[in-house]
Nanobody
Framework: VQLQASGGGLVQAGDSLRLSCAASGRTFSLHVMAWFRQAPGKEREFAAA????????LYADSVKGRFTISRDNAKNTVFLQMNSLKPEDTAVYYC?????????????????WGQGTLVTVSS
């Protein structure tokens, strides 16, 4: 699948933002989807993942309780709702796809990547 992420922007601490990732192709529902993020000078890190049907989600401890991942298989889209944003959430956010029934958290487990969308949270 090919992925196109959008929705990033500049917000203040405490604000909310919703990221979207649109996928091309007819096999979207066969892919585990995830969001990763990469802050300046840091390695890419896992944020959230969702199963193929959407019935299971996994979150990094740093975003648990604030971020929600969801998907709409009819529209080939995955979302990341981000609430109570903090300055440390500032990063480029990437969506990724894995043609597997198993949720994973390592970047190397995902074969398809979107181009990234920048989220900047000011204090």
């Amino acid at each position: 699948v090919q992925l196109q992420a959008s929705g990033g922007g500049l917000v203040q601490a405490g604000d909310s933002l919703r990221l979207s990732c649109a996928a091309s192709g007819r096999t979207f529902s066969l892919h585990v989807m995830a969001w990763f993020r990469q802050a300046p000078g840091k390695e890419r890190e896992f944020a959230a993942a969702i199963s193929r049907s959407g019935d299971r989600q996994l979150y990094a401890d740093s975003v648990k309780g604030r971020f929600t991942i969801s998907r709409d298989n009819a529209k080939n889209t995955v979302f990341l709702q981000m609430n109570s944003l903090k300055p440390e959430d500032t990063a480029v956010y990437y969506c990724a796809a894995r043609n597997s029934p198993f949720i994973a958290t390592k970047p190397s487990d995902f074969a398809s990547w979107g181009q990234g969308t920048l989220v900047t949270v000011s204090s």
